[in-house]
């Protein structure tokens, strides 16, 4: 055995383990800030996986989509709105556990299944190493160009909700209370509290 | 230096071959193939690595001795001549401080951050190159393995400024996150406008590219507007002073590096000069041509009638490149400490209005206009 294939498998265990140890840290951890970084470990393993394949394109991307963005929005929202409340405790939360537990063992029972019976093409086929992203480029023009496109509409609806969930004011009312949620219309709106009768000395403010 | 792909196999490349001629020695002198190449591969990382921890010396020197000639002080005097080692005592301060934790911080956190925040940075020097051979990897996504590496960084930050357990660092690690993220994008643009010229992802063919009519091939000329671009939003992911939010000392004490001290403060210190020194050395490589002198080297063989493949001449070829790659770089580096002690600081709103509604539309607008030019102009533009 070389010393590459050697270097090899020690860094395949070394990465897997890290990226079940924290996979699981990221799920059973009660502590939600531990879990997001564990969830950017784990990311960052799954790249280092993706390395081992000859697949240094998709690392990259990876930790640039996943670690760069995914994982430091998540961090972001969890910093922003941590208030360190003590929640009150769900009644049944130990059979809920069971029963999620029962599905997750279920469904490791199936891949598993899956992973030995399958007859995989070993070894499979020659890694196309650096002509990698030229590759992934054809394909996204080419035959992916459906799913791509796809995916960008996505965003774009994703996008444009959240431009219409941050500004307010393009709403007339609130589809929930069907009350006016514009901050203008509230305020032309609302009869005043004090309504004055007589009509007021002319101040600094209202001279011409 | 280790290019092993069916490019660097194909075509012989010019210039200084280290590795090569380090194995033929070792192989000379009886080893096998496999363990000359294992005692090769240490020798470049550990090169690079001193190469670093050198350069920001240099710069902490430069950043005192300029802002001390920027406010008409002397600056450093006594530490050796002109106080050259006054970096270095700077360091040794750090070393000897008490490492403090603070009560109520999240130790393990705590104590990680700093370490996430440098190694992402040190990593990335791997696609620097300082020659056609004289890299510790021309790995083919290059560049972009840089902006993958960099986004890593804010993760310490946020790491940090969460587990110190104070308000002024939960908050500079925010805006540090925040910042981070604008910036990326339009330098990603940047650094893909320039990718589109040169057809590739990698350090070596960027400056290959930009090779031919010396200063006049030069990537500044044909993108002086993603030049501009990229500087601008290097120095904010530096964190340098236009944009040194997250540490703004009158607002935030000292943003996420508040509660440390000793060692762990000396990794951001120490990060932050490497990254600033990296970000040179990457528009060095990216607009100003990397490791080629602004005159050709092979017009100047030519005129002196000497072979560019006899040794000597390509170790001199190789020193000249050296030379120039970091001498481009330390030109930027001094832009960057003259602006850093010349400018006042942005607010937050304005830095964000900056990089969403500027200089993102901006670096669009290149990316097409490149695209087109390239399409109109093959020849110029690299088709």
């Given at each position: 055995m070389s010393i590459a294939s050697t270097t090899q498998q020690i860094c395949f265990v070394v990465l897997s383990a890290t990226t079940v140890v924290g996979s699981l840290g990221v799920v059973l951890l009660p502590n939600i800030v531990y879990s997001a970084f564990l969830l950017g470990g784990v990311f960052l393993s799954v790249a280092g996986l993706y390395l081992l394949l000859n697949a240094s394109f998709v690392a990259a991307a990876q930790i640039l989509v996943y670690?760069?963005?995914v994982n430091v929005l998540i961090l972001f929202a969890i910093m922003l709105v941590n208030k360190q409340e003590t929640l009150a405790a769900i009644p049944g939360l130990l059979l809920r556990r069971l029963l999620s537990g029962a599905v997750c063992a279920g469904l490791f029972a199936l891949l598993l299944r899956v992973a030995f019976t399958t007859a995989w093409a070993l070894p499979g086929p020659p890694p196309v190493g650096e002509e990698a992203t030229i590759r992934i480029g054809e394909h996204l023009f080419t035959d992916y160009l459906l799913p791509f496109e796809l995916a960008s509409v996505l965003l774009l609806m994703a996008m444009i909700g959240a431009i219409v969930l941050a500004r307010r004011d393009v709403f007339t009312t609130d589809v929930i209370t069907g009350e006016p949620a514009d901050q203008g219309l509230i305020e032309k709106e609302r009869t005043p509290l004090l309504i004055e009768t007589t009509t007021p000395e002319p101040t600094l403010l209202s001279k011409p | 230096m280790l290019s092993t792909g069916p490019l660097g196999a194909a075509v012989a490349p010019p210039g200084l071959d280290l590795q090569s001629s380090f194995i033929d020695l070792a192989q000379g002198l009886g080893l096998t193939a496999g363990a000359a190449r294992l005692l090769w591969l240490p020798l470049p990382m550990v090169l690079v690595l001193v190469g670093a921890v050198v350069g920001v010396l240099v710069s902490v020197w430069l950043e005192r001795k300029i802002s001390a000639a920027v406010q008409q002080r002397i600056g450093p005097e006594y530490a050796g001549a002109l106080g050259v080692l006054q970096p270095l005592a700077d360091g040794l301060k750090l070393v000897f401080k008490e490492d403090i934790i603070p009560a109520r911080a999240d130790s393990v956190l705590f104590s990680l951050g700093p370490i996430l925040?440098?190694?992402?940075?040190?990593?990335?020097?791997?696609?620097?190159?300082?020659?056609?051979?004289?890299?510790?990897?021309?790995?083919?996504?290059?560049?972009?393995?840089w902006i993958a590496l960099s986004s890593i960084q804010p993760i310490g930050l946020l790491m940090s400024g969460y587990s110190s357990n104070n308000k002024y660092s939960l908050l500079g690690g925010l805006r540090a996150a925040a910042q981070s993220i604008s910036y990326e994008i339009p330098l990603a643009?940047?650094?893909?406008?320039?990718?589109?010229?040169?057809?590739?992802?990698?350090?070596?063919?960027?400056?290959?590219?930009?090779?031919?009519?010396?200063?006049?091939?030069?990537?500044?000329?044909?993108?002086?507007?993603?030049?501009?671009?990229?500087?601008?939003?290097?120095?904010?992911?530096?964190?340098?002073?236009?944009?040194?939010?997250?540490?703004?000392?009158?607002?935030?004490?000292?943003?996420?590096?508040?509660?440390?001290?000793?060692?762990?403060?000396?990794?951001?210190?120490?990060?932050?000069?490497?990254?600033?020194?990296?970000?040179?050395?990457?528009?060095?490589?990216?607009?100003?041509?990397?490791?080629s002198f602004p005159i050709p080297v092979e017009w100047i063989t030519g005129w002196l009638g000497v072979s560019p493949d006899a040794p000597l001449v390509q170790v001199i070829t190789g020193s000249v490149g050296i030379v120039s790659t970091i001498l481009k770089a330390y030109l930027l580096v001094f832009f960057a400490i003259l602006l850093r002690w010349t400018t006042p600081r942005v607010r937050i709103d304005q830095l964000l209005d900056l990089g969403w509604k500027f200089l993102l539309p901006i670096a669009l607008v290149n990316l097409l206009v490149t695209a087109g030019l390239k399409l109109a102009f093959p020849a110029a533009f690299g088709g």
């Open positions: 670690v760069g963005a | 925040v440098v190694v992402p940075v040190i990593l990335s020097w791997l696609v620097v190159p300082f020659g056609q051979n004289l890299l510790i990897s021309n790995v083919g996504v290059g560049i972009f393995l643009l940047a650094v893909l406008a320039v990718v589109m010229m040169s057809n590739s992802l990698s350090t070596v063919d960027i400056v290959a590219q930009q090779t031919g009519a010396g200063i006049l091939s030069w990537n500044i000329w044909r993108q002086p507007v993603g030049f501009v671009i990229f500087w601008i939003c290097a120095l904010a992911e530096c964190e340098r002073l236009p944009f040194d939010l997250p540490e703004a000392e009158e607002e935030l004490v000292a943003g996420y590096q508040t509660e440390y001290s000793g060692m762990k403060f000396a990794l951001f210190y120490l990060g932050s000069y490497i990254n600033l020194v990296l970000s040179a050395l990457l528009v060095s490589v990216l607009y100003l041509g990397g490791w």
